[in-house]
């Protein structure tokens, strides 16, 4: 019996990994399409986002039955639990990275983001894939040092999308509302793809060390 | 056994209701500090979200004894599961109406809302209250047809939502950039508002008919 949930934990944290590999190729995707104003990869990325969705529901299937069929205790149930908040996290990363793509789409053929802005978004699109890349890694290590990682770059994040708006509020700002809108929205929706990493990887860090106080933030 | 279990799901089902209570509580003062630009009760609803977040954190809690100790299975489960997403949900709408009230407080004294959007932010406003009241009564009566309205009323601040975004960009508007993302932000947080509150009648509906077809869309 112990065997067997053991096994439906591992096909779990598989699942969980898989969705978390799935965010990254999805921001990665999205942000180069916003560097390169690439409409097709932004509409792969809009497409591409109902099999993150169905990846989602799968979780939650298996950490129903899992619950039903093992009736777990403790740690175990936690577990399952936790792992239904890390999903519902990567989800929401997903609709992130879709959101950034159907700006780009919007703005076609032009770039949503205007000369001003270039280099703050070209460095808010680097901290948002290595946040990615960090999501999956911690994913697959359980490794708490990546866990401080991607509070670093969310640290980055926080700091490049005040940046961004301190540069729409200067005087001497000249764009127009279009571009003010583009601005504020994408960079509200990559500093938000930050803060959703972060509460994922303190979910993580919740099942390794079983430490609530640092669970404190919700999804 | 059976009896505890009724009366331990009859308590969640009061701690959702309470949750939506404060909700109801946070959208109308919010909306009202928003219309009246009245500091103190903007400073109340940021204040008060730590207790929504701490009621949150009571659900998954009782959700979680609940399945350790009644190993509950099929529809008990279900309505365990779906508990923990409704209480996020909630959560998530709690924290909009906060980032209203941030809002005010960033503009105060002035006013958030320029005098050119004064009569969509009375409508949306009006609309995210209706939302909020909607919830509670969904969530105290699981009568259908109140979710039915529950979209009605989304769709309603959709439309205005859209129609804030057409005025900033409406040849002739001469707001400055301050107003512009104050407007294009206070839009959003409502328009948002009003998705989980969708999301949170659809995972009722879930709960009422079991029609899982009807809850697609994630918290």
Redesign the interface.
């Known amino acids: 019996m112990r065997t067997i949930f053991t096994a439906e934990l591992s096909l779990l944290a598989g699942d969980l990994i898989e969705m978390s590999e799935h965010v990254q190729i999805a921001i990665h995707n999205a942000t180069k399409a916003l560097a390169t104003k690439d409409l097709e990869l932004a509409q792969s990325v809009i497409a591409e986002d109902a099999n993150l969705?169905a990846l989602?529901?799968r979780v939650?299937e298996r950490?129903?039955l899992l619950?039903?069929r093992q009736?777990?205790?403790?740690l175990d149930?936690?577990t399952l639990?936790t792992s239904?908040?890390i999903s519902?996290g990567l989800?929401r990363m997903g609709d992130l990275a879709q959101h950034i793509a159907e700006g780009v789409r919007r703005a076609y053929p032009d770039s949503p983001v205007p000369a001003s802005h270039k280099e703050i978004f070209r460095d808010m699109s680097a901290a948002a894939c290595q946040v990615s890349d960090l999501v999956v890694e911690l994913l697959k290590t359980r490794d708490l040092n990546v866990a401080a990682q991607i509070v670093g770059d969310d640290d980055t994040l926080d700091d490049l999308h005040a940046k961004a708006?301190s540069k729409?509020?200067a005087t001497g700002?000249k764009?127009g509302?279009?571009e003010?809108?583009d601005v504020?929205?994408l960079a509200?929706f990559l500093e938000r793809f930050g803060d959703h990493a972060v509460n994922v990887s303190r979910r993580v860090v919740y099942l390794v060390t079983g430490d609530v106080a640092r669970d404190s933030s919700?999804?």
Do not use: F, K, M, N
């Open positions: 969705d989602e529901h939650d950490c129903v619950i039903a009736q777990p205790v403790g149930l936690r639990v239904l908040r519902a989800e708006y729409l509020l700002y764009g509302t279009q003010t809108l504020a929205l509200r919700a999804i």
